[in-house]
């Protein structure tokens, strides 16, 4: 439901000329693997496999709307998983003709008719009336996606055969990050000092609510931050422990595991692993006395209440930030 309402809105904002697009820098890499995350779970559910290549020549750091870009990549990603049901699903980014990059979605599903092609990218359009019924969806995804890249900049069009599957491609202006040198992530090109306040920085947002992470992700995506998505505490959990973040902000309570018992977790996981600590900041919207004592006691650093508010938000996290590398450099 919150999907279809979504999607609505977004058409709504988009017909009356409402939906800004953004021009921020992002790190191409990172925003792939946030797209593919949960269409990897699907997939693989399903015994389908998802695969993702990148040209050697596409710059890590872009500027551009890392949102918008993300929301037509998981639209692709996800009807190319709905309508698979064996083999594979891959998306591949490469330079396209002058100044653009070229991005392809392809699966080995059911195809669409040539027919039904010519209006694939209709409000409404679905290829038959079986398809809705089998798999659901409001006709507007496509619709959505198709005018998103034409807002920034870019075009899209479709290569399929029945019964064999289905390849989506769209192009976009290939404009390189201001922050970073084009081939190079900008950590790699920042002092230590540097490093927190340049765009770029690593985050881990565990929030349950999805009014809740669309706020966060959108503060955080103004300012330049790579964002990853769990949905509960388990998931924060195994992500902390697969991967690198610069800071993690964690929700209080959650299904699964609530913010405390995965923060213990995440502190015991980086001292049998001997990893750095990354810092963490408690995100609750029942402040009561003694929930600060609790977050710190659980190992948290900092402490935050909800409703968010953007200045104080961005300068707790600044100020976690700029903590560790002012303790990395010390330490080195």
């Known amino acids: 439901l919150l999907t279809i309402i979504n999607d609505i809105l977004?058409?709504?904002?988009i017909e009356a000329g409402k939906l800004a697009i953004e021009n921020i820098d992002f790190d191409l890499r990172e925003l792939l693997q946030d797209a593919l995350r949960p269409v990897t779970l699907q997939g693989e559910e399903k015994g389908l496999q998802v695969r993702c290549q990148v040209a050697d020549d596409v710059p890590r750091m872009l500027g551009g709307d890392p949102v918008r870009i993300r929301q037509v990549l998981i639209n692709l990603l996800s009807n190319a998983v709905k309508f698979t049901e064996a083999g594979e699903?891959?998306?591949?980014?490469?330079?396209?003709?002058?100044?653009?990059?070229?991005?392809?979605?392809?699966d080995t599903g059911i195809g669409i008719a040539a027919a039904a092609q010519r209006?694939?990218?209709?409000?409404?359009?679905?290829?038959?009336?079986?398809?809705?019924?089998?798999f659901g969806g409001t006709g507007l995804g496509l619709s959505i996606c198709s005018r998103l890249i034409a807002l920034m900049g870019g075009r899209i069009w479709v290569d399929s055969t029945p019964g064999q599957g289905s390849t989506f491609h769209f192009t976009l202006p290939c404009r390189t990050a201001a922050t970073a040198d084009t081939?190079?992530?900008?950590?790699?090109?920042?002092?230590p000092q540097e490093e927190a306040t340049i765009s770029g920085a690593r985050v881990l947002l565990v929030e349950d609510n999805p009014i809740n992470?669309?706020?966060?992700?959108a503060l955080l995506q103004k300012r330049g931050?790579?964002?990853?998505?769990?949905?509960?505490?388990a998931d924060a959990v195994d992500m902390?422990?697969?991967?690198?973040?610069?800071?993690?902000?964690?929700d209080m309570q959650m299904p699964v595991l609530d913010g405390l018992e995965a923060t213990r977790r995440i502190r015991n996981q980086e001292q049998a692993a001997g990893h750095t600590r990354v810092p963490i900041i408690a995100m609750t919207a029942n402040a009561m006395i003694g929930d600060r004592e609790r977050c710190l006691d659980a190992g948290m650093d900092d402490y935050l209440s909800k409703p968010i508010k953007a200045q104080e938000f961005y300068e707790r996290?600044?100020?976690?930030?700029n903590k560790k590398t002012v303790g990395q450099v010390q330490d080195a």
Do not use: C, W
């Open 10 to 13: 977004d058409f709504s904002k």
């Open 89 to 106: 699903v891959a998306v591949k980014v490469g330079r396209g003709d002058g100044q653009e990059l070229r991005f392809s979605v392809r």
């Open 119 to 134: 209006h694939i990218f209709d409000a409404f359009s679905q290829e038959d009336t079986s398809i809705t019924r089998k």
């Open 183 to 191: 081939t190079v992530p900008a950590s790699a090109a920042a002092t």
């Open 213 to 217: 992470q669309r706020l966060a992700q």
């Open 225 to 233: 931050y790579a964002v990853s998505l769990a949905e509960n505490g």
């Open 240 to 250: 902390v422990g697969a991967g690198h973040f610069d800071v993690i902000l964690m």
């Open 317 to 321: 996290i600044e100020g976690m930030l």
